[in-house]
């Protein structure tokens, strides 16, 4: 019997298949199986509203984007962006702060030392222009 993935794993599944995918963007972005664990369906879901959703997503961080263009963002970083975003605007759950907070764990375990912090301030962004207040900032007490 297999082992149900959590939605950390399921999201990190879904980051290292989209990852792989951005070596070849030809190829339509499919779940495949990694070493770890096949993309299960709340994966696929977060795989599929990326897809579908790819344009918008990216004219959402660029538009985020202070003197820098999407061909400067370190691969590791626009992919969690993306998916974080996919999440964030298209997921079932609709929980901006585990969405945010997703991203910036995945940057940190396999981006750049300092990547996180401008993933984070991305998602934060685009969280308050909806009108929502990102994980760590509902969490401070308003002066």
């Not at 030809?26 to 495949?32: C, D, M, S």
């Not at 702060?97 to 991203?103: F, K, M, Q, W």
């Not at 764990?105 to 962004?125: I, M, P, R, S, T």
Request: aromatic content about 6%; hydrophobic content about 45%; charged content about 25%.
């Amino acid at each position: 019997m297999e082992k149900k993935q959590t939605r950390r794993e399921s999201r990190e599944t879904a980051f290292l298949t989209a990852f792989a995918a951005t070596f070849e963007p030809e190829t339509p972005l499919v779940p495949a199986e990694t070493e770890s664990a096949a993309p299960d369906a709340f994966a696929t879901q977060l795989l599929a509203a990326m897809n579908d959703h790819a344009a918008e997503l990216d004219e959402i961080i660029t538009a985020h984007l202070k003197g820098w263009t999407l061909a400067r963002v370190p691969r590791v970083s626009l992919v969690a962006l993306r998916l974080g975003l996919a999440e964030m605007l298209y997921g079932e759950e609709q929980k901006t702060g585990v969405a945010i907070n997703e991203a910036v764990e995945l940057v940190k375990k396999y981006g750049a030392d300092n990547d996180y912090q401008f993933v984070n301030g991305l998602l934060g962004a685009v969280a308050r222009e909806r009108g929502e207040q990102p994980a760590a900032e509902a969490a401070q007490p308003q002066c």
